[in-house]
């Protein structure tokens, strides 16, 4: 079997390949707002949502913030203090200041306020259809969702980032659903 670290590997490049063939042929535009509609449909009607800044090739949840938004949604971000300490969410409008954070994060200041969201759109670097997320590796989000079990959990992906199967450990919380450029994939 593919160890983790591999599978990574290998779903990063085929991340980045396409992000660049995108780019070569006109952009990430329109994947990115068909990723955005599929994933709206499963916006709460009230409530806070999280999301995060992409890095990198990963899915821009940007137009997805702004329909948010125009729903009168809250809108949180990830906020990290150490590697030991629990990811929490603090509350973040478009034009609030974000400041580097470990791993090279762009987070809400410390003084915003910490919000416990009821969906968490997240990146990730694989999924599968039964809702398995494989992460950067460090567990951040596990970690996180495990403390907010009414929360849905949902990943924005492209669709070359989908395996069959992926390994399942006891602690990772599945998705509840995975919205990508060419469908949406779960509940």
């Excluded at 938004?69 to 990830?78: K, N, Q, S, Y």
């Excluded at 034009?95 to 987070?107: C, I, K, S, T, Y």
């Excluded at 969201?117 to 992460?135: E, I, W």
């Excluded at 599945?174 to 450029?181: K, V």
Aim: with cysteine.
């Amino acid at each position: 079997m593919t160890s983790k670290a591999d599978l990574r590997s290998e779903l990063r490049r085929r991340r980045a390949d396409y992000v660049a063939a995108e780019r070569a042929g006109g952009g990430l535009l329109v994947p990115t707002l068909m990723i955005a509609e599929y994933a709206a449909r499963h916006l709460p009607a009230s409530g806070t949502i999280a999301a995060y800044v992409a890095q990198g090739d990963e899915v821009d949840p940007t137009p997805l913030l702004f329909q948010a938004i125009d729903r009168g949604l809250t809108i949180a971000l990830p906020w990290v203090a150490t590697r030991a300490e629990p990811m929490r969410f603090h509350h973040w409008f478009p034009g609030d200041e974000l400041v580097p954070g470990p791993f090279g994060l762009l987070q809400p200041r410390t003084d915003t306020a910490e919000l416990v969201p009821d969906v968490v759109f997240t990146p990730l670097v694989g999924f599968d259809r039964r809702g398995h997320r494989l992460g950067q590796g460090a567990g951040y989000y596990d970690r996180a969702l495990a403390r907010l079990p009414n929360a849905r959990a949902i990943g924005l992906a492209w669709a070359v980032q989908e395996v069959d199967a992926l390994p399942f450990e006891p602690w990772d919380v599945p998705l509840y659903g995975i919205a990508t450029e060419c469908e949406w994939i779960g509940a």
